[in-house]
T-cell receptor, first 115, second 118 residues
Framework: KNQVEQSPQSLIILEGKNCTLQ??????????LRWYKQDTGRGPVSLTI?????NTKSNGRYTATLDADTKQSSLHITASQLSDSASYIC??????????????FGQGTTLQVKP | NAGVTQTPKFQVLKTGQSMTLQCAQD?????MYWYRQDPGMGLRLIYY???????DKGEVPNGYNVSRLNKREFSLRLESAAPSQTSVYFC?????????????????FGEGSWLTVV
């Protein structure tokens, strides 16, 4: 069964600190992996998209890595800001589902950045 | 840029009532989707429309119907609301091209509709 597991479930860090969120997946055959940021009460917003051939992608202070062999991804946030407080969702697409746009969503990691 | 717009933002229904969630996108996307998000669970696909004139069931379609009115609009209807349908509903859209989606086409989400069925 295609699954996406994220850890930790929640995280509290101090402003200015770095943090890393994890995503493990059992989706096969793999097509691409996305990280989304979802602010409280808002819709998810895309941060990064990585295909099989990409092992790292950055978007400002956000850096995502992908290890397709171990089926793991991480999202590293550098020099956190209060505005980083949100839920971060890992989403994986399988080739067979890519034609129809179906994605497998993780449960998300809730990040709280404190001053 | 409006992007994906969905209405209403909040709605309370009584069990058995019907209602329609409206969604429109202004990005000329071919594909549109309806998801629901429940606490402790990832977003789950209810229905999708790969292109104008087509609709297909997703992971959790029971109790819902959809209409792809035109390329811009994709509505979700609850014919007889049940408490289990209390959730946050998200409409989304993406440019539909086989190769583009495989390479990582961005999916854009609306702001969500909070539905409570009592």
């Amino acid at each position: 069964k295609n699954q996406v597991e994220q850890s930790p479930q929640s995280l509290i860090i101090l402003e200015g600190k770095n943090c890393t969120l994890q995503c493990n997946y059992t989706v096969s055959p793999f097509s691409n992996l996305r990280w989304y940021k979802q602010d409280t009460g808002r819709g998810p917003v895309s941060l990064t998209i990585m295909t099989f051939s990409e092992n790292t992608k950055s978007n400002g202070r956000y850096t995502a890595t992908l290890d397709a062999d171990t089926k793991q991804s991480s999202l590293h946030i550098t020099a956190s800001q209060l505005s980083d407080s949100a839920s971060y969702i890992c989403v994986v697409s399988a080739f067979s589902d890519s034609n129809t746009g179906k994605l497998i969503f993780g449960q998300g990691t809730t990040l709280q950045v404190k001053p | 840029n409006a992007g994906v717009t969905q209405t209403p933002k909040f709605q309370v229904l009584k069990t058995g009532q019907s209602m329609t969630l409206q969604c429109a996108q202004d990005m000329n996307h071919n594909s549109m989707y309806w998801y629901r998000q429940d606490p402790g669970m990832g977003l789950r696909l209810i229905y999708y429309s790969a292109s104008e004139g087509t609709t297909d069931k997703g992971e959790v379609p029971n109790g819902y119907n959809v209409s792809r009115l035109n390329k811009r609009e994709f509505s979700l209807r609850l014919e007889s609301a049940a408490p289990s349908q209390t959730s946050v509903y998200f409409c989304a859209s993406s440019e539909w091209r086989h190769a583009t989606l495989r390479s990582g086409n961005t999916i854009y989400f609306g702001e969500g509709s909070w539905l409570t069925v009592v």
